[in-house]
C-alpha cells in the first residue's frame, strides 16, 4: 500500500495497479482518500504506465476523487495511459473534465480542462 | 455440424475472484485464436458482469455467480448468473452514465462498456429473481492467412 502512494509537496501520486478493477478499486480509493483528508493535497496524478487492465471501476474511482477534490479547489491528471485505457476514458466522456495523458506531462502546471 | 466446445463456472461473489472469472474465460477463448484487443474487450465485459452481480445483484453479501461460456464456429456465447435482487428497469440500467450507487464510486458505464466490446447483449432480470447477461461476440474470424 505504502507505494502504491507518493506525496510531493500538495501533489499526490498514485501508482495504478496492474489490474485496476472494482477489487483493486477499493484499496486504491480507501487510500487516496485517507491521505486527501490527512494531508494538504491540491493535485492527485494516477500513473497508470504499469496498468495493463481497467474495468468501468477505475473510471468510477477517478469521477469520484474528481468530484471530491473540486469542492477543494484541486486537480486530478491522468497520466502514462495504454491505447486500450484512452479508449475506455474517451467512451466513459471522463476525458471532457480530466485531462488524460498518454505521456508523462504532470509537471506541467495548469494544463487541466474545465477551470 | 459446427464444432462447438462448452465450459461453466461457479464461485462466490468476493471481489477478489473477478480477475480469476476474467483470465479462466479468456484462457478457454483462446482456441479461438483470438487477437490481443479481443480478449482485452471480453476480460472488460466479463469484469463488468461480475462486478454488477456483486456490487448491485447481491449488494456485497457472498452467494454465487454462474458463468457459461460456448464456442460455436467463431462465436463466444457468454453468460453471467446471479440469483440476487435483479433489475426493475433494464432499459433504464442499460443507460450510460446511470447508477443507483454514485456514493460507491460507480460509474454508471459498466453496461455501456458490454455493448462497446461485445456484438450483442441482452439482458434478463425480474425484481427477486435475479440477473442473466447474455452476450456474444465474433472472435479469431480473420483471414486464414494471417492465421498460420
Known amino acids: ?115 | 455440424m459446427e464444432h462447438t466446445n462448452e465450459m461453466s463456472i461457479e464461485f462466490d461473489s468476493r471481489s477478489c475472484n473477478e480477475g480469476f472469472a476474467r483470465v479462466a474465460v479468456a484462457a478457454f477463448l483462446t482456441q479461438l485464436n483470438p487477437t490481443l484487443e479481443e480478449v482485452a474487450d471480453v476480460k472488460t465485459a466479463v469484469s463488468e458482469a461480475i462486478t454488477n452481480a456483486i456490487i448491485h445483484g447481491y449488494e456485497n453479501q457472498v452467494h454465487k455467480i454462474r458463468i457459461e461460456c460456448k464456442i460455436a464456429g467463431h462465436e463466444l456465447y457468454l453468460t453471467v448468473i446471479d440469483k440476487g435482487k435483479g433489475i426493475e428497469d433494464v432499459r433504464q440500467a442499460m443507460e450510460p452514465l446511470f447508477t443507483t450507487r454514485p456514493e460507491w464510486n460507480r460509474s454508471g458505464m459498466g453496461f455501456a462498456f458490454m455493448e462497446a466490446f461485445m456484438d450483442e447483449v441482452v439482458v434478463v432480470s425480474e425484481p427477486g429473481c435475479g440477473t442473466e447477461v447474455h452476450m456474444k461476440k465474433t472472435v479469431g474470424n480473420r483471414n486464414h492467412e494471417f492465421m498460420d
Open chain 1, 1 to 115: 500500500m505504502e507505494e502504491m502512494f507518493q506525496i510531493n509537496g500538495t501533489d499526490l501520486v498514485v501508482k495504478v495497479p496492474r489490474e485496476l478493477d472494482h477489487h483493486a478499486a477499493e484499496k486504491m480509493n480507501a487510500g487516496a482518500d485517507r491521505i486527501v483528508e490527512r494531508k494538504n493535497i491540491r493535485r492527485l496524478i494516477y500513473d497508470f504506465g504499469k496498468t495493463e487492465f481497467m474495468d468501468s471501476s477505475g473510471v468510477g474511482a477517478i469521477m469520484g476523487r474528481y468530484r471530491n477534490i473540486s469542492l477543494i479547489g484541486g486537480k486530478v491528471q491522468v497520466i502514462h495511459v495504454n491505447e486500450r485505457l484512452d479508449k475506455l476514458f474517451h467512451l466513459s466522456g471522463i476525458d471532457k473534465v480530466i485531462e488524460i495523458k498518454k505521456e508523462k506531462s504532470w509537471n506541467k502546471v495548469g494544463n487541466q480542462k474545465g477551470d
